[in-house]
């Protein structure tokens, strides 16, 4: 799907999502990522949600985003709030959904002119 988002300059806007891939501007990733509003973009090193551990989101928390939109892979899958501990203790908001979800709703959240971040599992085709 191919996205046509109104955002403020500078600003990574993702300008398509498809199974196994992401595109941050013009340039596409097949692995999973950290999205801030700016900035540098950063691999996460997960590509399911049973390989997070506390030190994935102690990476997000460094950025201090007010919202974090987490894109959970092709399906809806939570993790253990236990794991969001660092951003939870900061008040950062987290919203899971499968990823196609979590990169419409950055883009709109980015739009908004809000410091949101993305934290996107990418999966193959299923």
């Known amino acids: 799907m191919k996205f ?5 300059a500078g600003a990574n806007a993702i300008t398509r ?17 950290i999205v801030p509003w700016t900035g540098e973009i ?13 030190a994935h989101f102690e990476q997000i928390a460094a950025r201090r985003p007010e919202v974090v939109i987490f894109g959970s892979g092709l399906r809806l899958r939570f993790v253990p709030a236990a794991l ?8 950062i ?6 990823t196609a979800a979590a ?5 709109v959240l980015l739009s908004e002119g809000r410091a ?10 299923a």
Do not use: K
Not at 4 to 8: A, F, H, S, V
């Open 103 to 107: 990169c419409r709703t950055y883009n």
């Open 17 to 33: 999502q498809e199974a196994g891939r992401v595109w941050v501007g013009p340039r596409a990733y097949d692995h999973s990522l």
């Open 116 to 125: 949101v971040l993305a934290a996107l599992l990418i999966e193959g085709p």
């Open 42 to 54: 950063e691999p996460w090193q997960a590509a399911d949600p049973s390989q997070l551990t506390p």
């Open 4 to 8: 046509q988002p109104e955002t403020l």
């Open 84 to 91: 969001m501990r660092s951003l939870i203790e900061l008040r």
């Open 93 to 98: 908001g987290v919203e899971t959904m499968d």
